[in-house]
Nanobody, 127 residues
Framework: QVQVVESGGGLVQAGGSARLSCTTS????????MAWFHRAPGKEREVVTC????????YYLDSVKGRSTVSRDNGKNTLYLEMNNLKPEDTARYYC????????????????????WGQGTQVTVSS
């Protein structure tokens, strides 16, 4: 049984930082492209960042570019998202997603690509 579990959310002051982690089990982590999505209240789910199996290809949503870093540790089956200079508009529930990828250098910005999802972790940024 595949499990995807996020951690690291919470209440952060504007300008602060947060580090989210996503640990998986029941799948061969290195075979999966990974992504972080978020859903803010009243808004659609959107990709924040994705990272390929090798870690060599990444994508960032424009609004987080330069403030966020995605990384993965294939030996620990864990995905990370470091977010800095957080803004109130970053407030959302953040979801980790895993999608099996034949290419080591591909990740997708589309939710449909990802077959395994976590329950999410809430990040709330206070002004």
């Amino acid at each position: 049984q595949v499990q995807v579990v996020e951690s690291g959310g919470g209440l952060v002051q504007a300008g602060g930082s947060a580090r989210l982690s996503c640990t998986t089990s029941g799948l061969t982590f290195g075979d999966y492209a990974m992504a972080w999505f978020h859903r803010a209240p009243g808004k659609e789910r959107e990709v924040v960042t994705c990272i390929s199996r090798s870690g060599g290809t990444t994508y960032y949503l424009d609004s987080v570019k330069g403030r966020s870093t995605v990384s993965r540790d294939n030996g620990k089956n864990t995905l990370y998202l470091e977010m800095n200079n957080l803004k109130p508009e970053d407030t959302a529930r953040y979801y980790c997603a895993a999608g099996h990828a034949s290419s080591r250098d591909y990740c997708s910005v589309f939710p449909i690509f990802y077959e395994h999802w976590g329950q999410g972790t809430q990040v709330t940024v206070s002004s």
